[in-house]
């Protein structure tokens, strides 16, 4: 058996009623409505009115039709000052004042001016429109030309100045001459020029390239037949053959091989050598060979008496 005992309810404080009250109470907060405002009528842009008075005795007057104001903004300006800049800019270009009318030409003595012009290509062009830099690309692609400068004065003269490669060669190589550089370089020959070497070959040597900067000789070919004729000077014509290089006919009757390269004053020294113990042995030889100047010889052939 359970007995209930029953008292006073102790009193509440005051701290419990207020939380009493807020757990009943519960604050709903709610966005306020988004309020909407009314877009302003699309109002016409103001317009001049003009009215025009007519004679006081008609008491009347004539109102004419308005006419807009207009308010350029900053794109329309915009669009103006570019529309008359690409007009300027096309004046500028089209005006025949800009556009060269000749190219002067100096250091030519391959090519004539007229040539060096026509492969610039600059003639009727506008300053304005030419780079240096191109007309030079297309100048150097000619292998007459080692250098090429290129200056553009105002208003419209162009000044080219090349500096060609010397022919030190004139190689006759079966059908066609050519001359050739001291790289290598070859190009068709036209007439004379002075202090060339003389080289013919019966069948063709020289290796001709769709790259007309491709060398067609070995550098060293071409340094000793210069070599070899600045140490023999009576020579008129040296011959190149695959199997013994440089060769020529010496007056007396014989040929010379020197071979193509290596140590062509030792060479000429020992071929002198050869030609003193020759003359006075009083034998006629058929060739002479130092192409090793270390392992000189010769063919004998002894003169009839």
Do not use: C
Not at 22 to 47: H, M, N, S
Not at 260 to 283: C, N, P, W
Request: no cysteine; hydrophobic share 40%.
């Amino acid at each position: 058996m359970t007995v209930a005992r029953r008292g006073p309810v102790p009193d509440r404080t005051r701290a419990d009623e207020v939380r009493s009250r807020r757990a009943r109470v519960e604050a709903v907060v709610e966005p306020a409505p988004r309020e909407r405002r009314p877009r302003p009528a699309r109002t016409r842009p103001p317009r001049r009115r003009h009215d025009l008075a007519l004679p006081a005795e008609l008491g009347a007057e004539l109102r004419l039709p308005s006419i807009p104001v207009v308010r350029p903004g900053p794109r329309v300006l915009s669009a103006v000052l570019l529309a008359l800049t690409a007009w300027a800019l096309q004046s500028v270009l089209a005006a025949g004042s800009f556009r060269v009318a000749e190219a002067s030409v100096s250091g030519a003595r391959l090519l004539s001016p007229s040539q060096v012009r026509s492969l610039a290509r600059v003639v009727g062009e506008s300053v304005f429109l030419l780079d240096p830099r191109d007309v030079v690309h297309r100048l150097l692609q000619e292998p007459e030309v080692g250098e090429a400068e290129v200056s553009i004065r105002w208003p419209n003269r162009v000044e080219i100045t090349i500096h060609e490669r010397i022919p030190v060669v004139e190689w006759d190589d079966g059908d066609l001459t050519w001359w050739v550089s001291s790289e290598g370089i070859a190009f068709l020959g036209r007439g004379a020029f002075p202090g060339q070497v003389r080289v013919e070959s019966e069948e063709p040597l020289l290796q001709i390239s769709p790259d007309p900067l491709e060398p067609v000789v070995a550098p060293s070919v071409l340094e000793a037949a210069v070599l070899l004729r600045s140490q023999l000077p009576e020579i008129e014509m040296l011959y190149a053959d695959r199997d013994h290089g440089l060769s020529f006919l010496d007056p007396r009757g014989w040929r010379v091989y020197f071979g193509s390269g290596g140590d062509m004053v030792a060479k000429v020294r020992t071929y002198q050598f050869l030609v003193e113990h020759i003359m006075a042995e009083g034998i006629h030889p058929l060739l002479v060979s130092v192409e090793d100047p270390y392992s000189p010889f010769y063919s004998l052939q002894r003169q009839r008496q």
